[in-house]
Nanobody
Framework: QVQLVESGGGSVQAGGSLRLSCAAS???????????MSWYRQAPWKERELVAT???????NYVDSVKDRFTISADNAKNTVYLQMNSLKPDDTAVYYC??????????????WGQGTQVTVSS
């Protein structure tokens, strides 16, 4: 069973920075291959939105509201994705979720979600 474990959330003041991490692992130690890894967020009373995506080939996309402030990166060898968040704003307050398309044998490729990590930005 593949698990995504997130870390790095917390509370900061506006203008501050946080770095989120999400590591994929498989309980039985089977080989994992990460294809697409993404960060989503969900603020209270709002729908979950895609924040950033990175493919195994290095293609990156961001939602417009975080461009030039957030940076997504990945260590494919460690099946880990990061989200560096700078110049944080109160509107960035949300639960941030990791999502990954991961291949394992014999399951094949599936999408998995992390448990979420809270990011709170105060003004």
């Amino acid at each position: 069973q593949v698990q995504l474990v997130e870390s790095g959330g917390g509370s900061v003041q506006a203008g501050g920075s946080l770095r989120l991490s999400c590591a994929a692992s498989e309980a039985s130690g089977r080989r994992l291959v990460s294809n697409i890894m993404s960060w989503y967020r969900q603020a209270p009373w709002k729908e979950r939105e895609l924040v950033a995506t990175i493919t195994s080939g290095g293609r990156i996309n961001y939602v417009d509201s975080v461009k030039d402030r957030f940076t997504i990166s990945a260590d494919n060898a460690k099946n880990t994705v990061y989200l560096q968040m700078n110049s944080l704003k109160p509107d960035d307050t949300a639960v941030y979720y990791c999502n990954a398309n991961i291949w394992t044998a014999p399951t094949g490729s599936q999408y998995y979600w992390g448990q979420g990590t809270q990011v709170t930005v105060s003004s």
